[in-house]
């Protein structure tokens, strides 16, 4: 692990195994208080109670076993192989009992997979997914957020809505940055009460979401409430607004090189955003563009609600989010990939290339991580599982990438549209081929004294250019799409 046996903060592994020490050993007034007992600036938790409940879950188990390794102020830093065994464990059994039960759901449930053959090719390329695999089992993350967001979607294609905005809470109260899909989620739910008319069923409809949200919320808010203070310090910690722009690279290493795949972190290469822009303006400007990008997509899937345009707008707007907000990290990633995989029975090829460079693009921190012959080995899986799987180079036509009104509406403007399968092939195997040389050159060459983070840098640069060409295209889908005006029926 990152980290691993390097004081003072040892790395992530340490943070997850410290707030189970914070949350079996303080009271809950104290988790997110700064006291002699629990000190913010050594892993402080920042992520919402739900989060905590689980490391308190896994810390009473971990008791059990061996109280060494949660013991108050003594078990800091504490490393052994039965330990390490228990915490993998912990994973596992998240995995197993959250994310795969829902991705095989998902996949059975697609009209596409109509058969058990489809349904499993379609969640064996899910579930390699390298990025997911790599975060969670070699960086050291849960993936019950993702988890509870796949079961909600899941949920909503079953027109269970109640349970869908239940399963979303909690993907929201375990990590706040499950707001990167919050907006197609009221978005598509708003839109549906629309349609069913808020002088009738669609009132009555938004009342029970809206009371169902709220309940689920003050579940899991209720040990917070006890005052004004509690609930904004916890607010606080989520949201840490005052740090700037670039927090996120306060952890990175070396510091203070931003090396994240989105636009601020891609732009402070040439013009120092840092220095020239306020901590306030940096949050305006941040606000006021990832708004503008999102902003078509969110009005599209308002009038014409569907579960298609609802899968591609959960892309596309964690895409903005990704590229444009806040206090970005290289693992939220991750939030853009999942609705991705979701789409990917629809769009093979644009999937599966999208899925490559989001592995790509945390590989600074995967190296961090000594990760490099795990990546290599489960990208290339991934790769040949979907290539065989989906033969994805034999759909690069526009009808295949969802682009069929959109290449109408240019035929008359645009004359290389025949060619146009073949250009996607070429441009696919020149940013395989480049990321691989990336990758390389990336574990193996030594790069000059002075420029020591120029491999990182170009990652970070070339990932951005790849995420913005892909929300140009899931905008294009999305905005073009006369499938979700015909699918509207089914919701009326």
Request: proline content about 5%; charged content about 15%.
């Amino acid at each position: 692990f990152l980290g691993a046996g390097k004081p003072p903060l040892y790395g992530d592994y340490e943070a997850q195994r410290h707030w189970q020490e914070v949350t079996y050993n303080l009271p809950i007034r104290q988790w997110y208080f700064n006291t002699s007992d629990n000190n913010l600036l050594y892993w402080g938790l920042d992520y919402p109670p739900l989060t905590a409940y689980h490391s308190f879950l896994c810390a009473y188990i971990a008791k059990l076993i061996n109280p060494d390794w949660i013991a108050l102020h003594t078990s800091q830093g504490y490393e052994s192989q039965p330990h390490k065994l228990f915490m993998r464990t912990t994973v596992f059994v998240a995995d197993l009992l959250v994310y795969i039960p829902a991705v095989i759901l998902y996949c059975s449930s697609l009209k596409e997979t109509s058969t058990k053959k489809k349904a499993s090719i379609c969640a064996l390329c899910i579930l390699l997914y390298p990025g997911l695999i790599l975060i969670d089992h070699g960086h050291f993350q849960y993936p019950l957020s993702l988890g509870f967001a796949l079961w909600a979607v899941l949920c909503l294609s079953y027109d269970w809505d109640l349970l869908g905005s239940v399963a979303f809470c909690l993907a929201l109260n375990y990590k706040q940055m499950e707001l990167y899909h919050s907006l197609p989620f009221f978005c598509y739910l708003l839109g549906k009460c629309f349609k069913k008319g808020l002088k009738g069923k669609g009132l009555v409809l938004l009342m029970k979401i809206a009371g169902t949200v709220v309940a689920s919320f003050a579940v899991c808010w209720l040990p917070f409430c006890t005052n004004v203070e509690q609930i904004m310090q916890v607010l606080r910690r989520l949201f840490p607004i005052d740090r700037g722009l670039f927090e996120a690279c306060m952890f990175s290493s070396p510091p203070p090189h931003c090396k994240f795949a989105n636009i601020w972190c891609s732009l402070s290469v040439l013009i120092k955003i840092k220095n020239l822009v306020s901590p306030q303006t940096q949050l305006k400007l941040s606000f006021a563009v990832t708004f503008l990008s999102l902003l078509p997509t969110c009005i599209k899937l308002t009038i014409q609600p569907s579960l298609r345009g609802f899968k591609f707008a959960l892309v596309s707007v964690a895409l903005s989010f990704f590229l444009f907000s806040y206090q970005v990290h290289e693992k939220s990633i991750l939030l853009v990939s999942l609705p991705v995989c979701l789409i990917i029975n629809e769009i093979p090829f644009m999937a599966t290339w999208f899925l490559l460079v989001s592995t790509f693009s945390m590989l600074p921190l995967l190296l961090k991580d000594g990760l490099l012959l795990a990546y290599t080995v489960t990208t290339l899986a991934f790769l040949s599982v979907c290539v065989v799987s989906f033969s994805i180079f034999e759909k690069t036509s526009t009808e295949n990438l969802q682009l069929k009104q959109f290449s109408l509406y240019l035929k008359g403007y645009v004359s290389w549209l025949k060619a146009f399968p073949k250009i996607v092939r070429s441009l696919f195997l020149l940013s395989i081929t480049l990321m691989g040389v990336l990758s390389l050159m990336s574990a193996a060459v030594q790069p000059p004294q002075r420029l020591p983070d120029l491999f990182p840098v170009s990652v970070s640069v070339v990932s951005c250019l790849h995420f913005l060409v892909f929300l140009v295209y899931f905008n294009v889908v999305m905005l073009w799409d006369s499938k979700n005006s015909r699918s509207q029926k089914k919701i009326s």
